[in-house]
């Protein structure tokens, strides 16, 4: 009944998260003319975790984000955001038939993996739309870090989740959603970096 109450609370939140990757994140196109914005965010993405995933996860939106860190900063979030949205779903699905036919210990790890990423939808979101409503000198400063802790409290919510599996027997449930959780968490990871770097920036120019 919880894991039913949790998918209704999501549903409800899918219009609003819509309209936020819509208005951080163009459609993709080529760019065959934009080579400059395609090496400036192979250049940003070197000082991420995973600056290959970086690299291929944001470089076909090079026409928004320009030459700006800001814009690339946020689409980066969008990207985390949309990630970690389908792997609740993902999970969401599996929770539901954990419900009747799983091990005790399996659905209860999916139960919590749900409730950790979807505390982690809510933080990433939140950082989104902040930083779609930016402002200079101190309030710049204060937004930016209510950014960086929500991505950062984000991080950890997505580890928790596999954190939860430890004493789960192995498995294709537990192999897949710790290697899906897994890679939700480096497109966070690389959210939050690029965000540390336009922060490192701006408040130091």
């Known amino acids: ?16 998260t819509a309209f936020l990757l819509a208005a951080a994140i163009a459609t ?44 690339l900063a946020r689409v980066a979030v969008a990207i985390s955001l949309a990630t970690a949205r389908n792997m609740t779903s993902y999970v969401a699905k599996l929770s539901r038939h954990a419900e009747y036919s799983a091990a005790p210990l399996t659905a209860a790890a999916l139960h919590d993996c749900f409730s950790t990423f979807s505390d982690a939808i809510d933080q ?11 402002k200079t000198g101190e309030s710049f400063r204060f937004q930016m870090s209510n950014v960086q802790t929500w991505l950062s409290a984000a991080l950890t919510n997505e580890e ?3 954190d939860g599996f430890e004493d789960v027997a192995d498995g294709v449930v ?29 408040t130091n120019s």
Do not use: W
């Open 1 to 16: 009944m919880k894991t039913h109450t949790a998918l209704f609370r999501l549903s409800l939140l899918s219009t609003a």
């Open 28 to 71: 993709p196109t080529t760019y065959s003319d934009n080579s400059k914005a395609v090496e400036f965010i192979r250049t940003r993405c070197k000082a991420t975790l995973y600056p290959e995933l970086c690299y291929t996860s944001l470089s076909v939106y090079a026409n928004t984000t320009q030459q700006s860190l800001a814009h």
């Open 160 to 162: 928790t989740c596999t």
């Open 174 to 202: 537990k192999s897949e959603v710790c290697d899906r959780a897994g890679n939700v968490k480096k497109f966070t990871s690389n959210a939050l970096a690029l965000v540390n770097s336009y922060v490192n920036e701006e």
């Open 124 to 134: 990433i979101r939140c950082s989104l739309r902040q930083m779609g409503k930016m």
